[in-house]
């Protein structure tokens, strides 16, 4: 997948960082709140960004992937905050505290394509799927009306095929034609669990066309 982004090289104290940002919004996608259960709502287009995005935070070890989600056409289903998605290979050395100071000093940025490679992307999430008990989880958490995902290789390409099943099999469910969003997967195994045993996190994924409805056909008809 070809990704159009915008970068960033924003500079705290004698530390500099590259952000990338979709260099257009994700106007029909959409992030409730995960806590401690989210929901992500997201047309063909969104969905199949998201995919390329984190699997380009999973080989980018030094990049922060910014999806500023909030700027998104409100859904009309679902309760909650509406929050941006920050990605984050665990290498970055990104602090959710400091996310702040980092979002006021983007500036304009810069032109940025890149390409991802699909088939390495699967490979690294059967990786992860295959070792069950030695393998590495995201690390997630909300601060300052963002919602952070950090975690290493393989589990990000494993989170990025979720996105990439529910662009491609999202259009072929029944009740979309008539605007309902349908739930596809979830990130649940890849997310820590929170301490002291409470309820698992999960961010549900669904597939949900934007309205008006008449553009929209499922594939064969």
Do not use: N
């Not at 309760?79 to 500036?107: F, N, T, Y």
């Not at 529910?166 to 029944?174: D, I, L, N």
């Not at 969003?181 to 549900?204: D, I, N």
């Amino acid at each position: 997948m070809e990704l159009r982004l915008r970068q960033f090289r924003p500079r705290i104290g004698p530390h500099e960082h590259r952000v990338v940002q979709p260099g257009q919004p994700l106007r029909h996608t959409s992030l409730r709140d995960p806590a401690p259960y989210g929901t992500l709502l997201g047309d063909h287009d969104g969905l199949s960004r998201l995919a390329g995005l984190l699997s380009f935070a999973a080989y980018s070890r030094h990049t922060i992937v910014h999806v500023p989600l909030r700027e998104s056409v409100p859904p009309d289903e679902g309760c909650g905050e509406l929050v941006d998605l920050v990605v984050a290979h665990q290498e970055a050395g990104l602090r959710p505290s400091k996310w702040p100071e980092l979002r006021r000093s983007l500036g304009r940025g810069t032109p940025l394509t890149v390409r991802t490679d699909e088939a390495r992307t699967e490979r690294h999430a059967r990786a992860w799927e295959e070792r069950p008990y030695a393998r590495g989880q995201l690390r997630h958490t909300t601060h300052a009306r963002t919602y952070f995902l950090i975690g290493d290789r393989d589990v990000l390409a494993t989170a990025a095929t979720h996105f990439a099943y529910a662009a491609g099999w999202g259009p072929r469910e029944k009740g979309v034609v008539k605007g309902r969003s349908a739930f596809m997967t979830s990130l649940s195994s890849e997310l820590l669990p929170y301490p002291h045993g409470s309820r698992c996190p999960e961010v549900a994924i669904c597939f949900k066309p934007y309205a008006p409805y008449a553009h929209f056909k499922r594939p064969g008809h």
